[in-house]
């Protein structure tokens, strides 16, 4: 049997071990219920929770980054398929609901009239007889055209033996003084005559002779200039269309035509 003073130590170490916890309960629990536990604890869950919304974000956000990497593979997967389902063995692109794709063959098309081989670009007046169709004599009557337009702002195309050129003649030379002085061609006396008039008709829209050409654009022939000179018109128009490269213009002597005289004017050439 133990004796009694090892029982004695038994009973007095199990007294202080219940007298500690005890106490350390009761200080537990003074320290879970203080303002400080309290402030400290829901500080560590505060940032517990802002670190865990933070993941949630940035897995969010990745996710979203992957579908769109997903979805824009998957558009242009697509798009590659449509085209090379819409392209033949030979690398043309096929006919899709009845429209002509550019792979077709040039020498199948036929461009509108008027209009270039190349960018679709407008043609000049002369592209049907452009490279092959056009004559050296017809490019050096364009050359020689040009030429003559510089020779003066109003330009007389006439033939010497035309009547109606006559007329034109002696009322824009006689009748008038105007300066620059008109230049006069006789399209039957110049080598490139016949090429030069053709050309002229192509540009003016007018085949036949006299042509009065006043800054490159025509006022017509004969009949026309006597029409203007009739009804004392002739003036007005060659100055608003010369502008300042008309220095003078005006009835030689200083006579006008007036309404008394205008139903006596006879021309004879």
Same mark, same amino acid.
């Given at each position: *049997?133990?004796?009694?003073?090892?029982?004695?130590?038994?009973? +007095?170490?199990?007294?202080?071990?219940?007298? !500690? &916890?005890?106490? *350390?309960?009761?200080?537990?629990?003074?320290?879970?219920?203080?303002?400080?536990?309290?402030?400290?604890?829901?500080?560590?869950?505060?940032?517990?929770?802002?670190?865990?919304?933070?993941?949630?974000?940035?897995?969010?956000?990745?996710?979203? +980054?992957?579908?769109?990497?997903?979805?824009?593979? %998957?558009?242009?997967?697509?798009? $590659?398929?449509?085209?090379?389902?819409?392209?033949?063995?030979?690398?043309?692109?096929?006919? !899709?609901?009845?429209? =002509?794709?550019?792979?077709? %063959?040039?020498?199948?098309?036929?461009?509108?009239?008027? =209009?270039?081989?190349?960018?679709?670009?407008?043609?000049?007046?002369?592209?049907?007889?452009?490279?092959?169709?056009?004559?050296?004599?017809?490019?050096?009557?364009?050359?020689?055209?040009?030429? &003559?337009?510089?020779?003066?702002? *109003? #330009?007389?195309?006439?033939?010497?033996?035309?009547?109606?050129?006559?007329?034109? @003649?002696?009322?824009?030379? @006689?009748?008038?003084? #105007?300066?620059?002085?008109?230049?006069?061609?006789?399209?039957?006396?110049?080598?490139?005559?016949?090429?030069?008039?053709?050309?002229?008709?192509?540009?003016?829209?007018?085949?036949?002779?006299?042509?009065? +050409?006043?800054?490159?654009? $025509? #006022?017509?022939?004969?009949?026309?200039?006597?029409?203007?000179?009739?009804?004392?018109?002739? &003036?007005?128009?060659?100055?608003?269309?010369?502008?300042?490269? &008309?220095?003078?213009?005006?009835?030689?002597?200083?006579?006008? *035509?007036?309404?008394?005289?205008?139903?006596? !004017?006879?021309?004879?050439?």
């Amino acid at each position: *049997m133990p004796s009694q003073r090892r029982m004695r130590l038994s009973g +007095l170490l199990f007294i202080v071990v219940v007298i !500690v &916890i005890l106490y *350390m309960s009761s200080s537990a629990s003074r320290t879970q219920g203080s303002d400080f536990y309290t402030r400290t604890q829901e500080a560590l869950q505060s940032r517990e929770y802002e670190a865990a919304a933070k993941q949630r974000d940035a897995e969010d956000v990745g996710s979203r +980054l992957k579908a769109a990497e997903n979805a824009a593979k %998957q558009s242009a997967d697509k798009k $590659s398929q449509k085209y090379f389902e819409s392209v033949d063995g030979a690398g043309n692109e096929k006919s !899709v609901a009845g429209r =002509v794709k550019l792979g077709e %063959q040039a020498a199948d098309r036929k461009n509108p009239p008027g =209009v270039a081989n190349v960018g679709g670009r407008p043609a000049d007046i002369h592209a049907a007889k452009e490279d092959k169709d056009e004559t050296k004599e017809q490019h050096e009557a364009e050359v020689e055209l040009n030429a &003559i337009l510089k020779k003066s702002p *109003m #330009i007389i195309f006439s033939k010497s033996y035309c009547p109606y050129s006559k007329k034109a @003649k002696n009322i824009l030379l @006689k009748k008038y003084k #105007i300066v620059p002085e008109p230049f006069v061609v006789e399209l039957d006396e110049h080598p490139l005559g016949h090429y030069l008039q053709q050309t002229l008709g192509q540009t003016t829209g007018r085949t036949t002779v006299p042509n009065v +050409l006043l800054m490159g654009k $025509s #006022i017509g022939g004969g009949d026309d200039i006597e029409e203007l000179h009739i009804h004392n018109k002739l &003036i007005d128009k060659v100055k608003t269309m010369g502008g300042s490269r &008309i220095v003078e213009v005006a009835h030689r002597d200083g006579l006008s *035509m007036d309404s008394d005289s205008r139903s006596e !004017v006879k021309l004879r050439v």
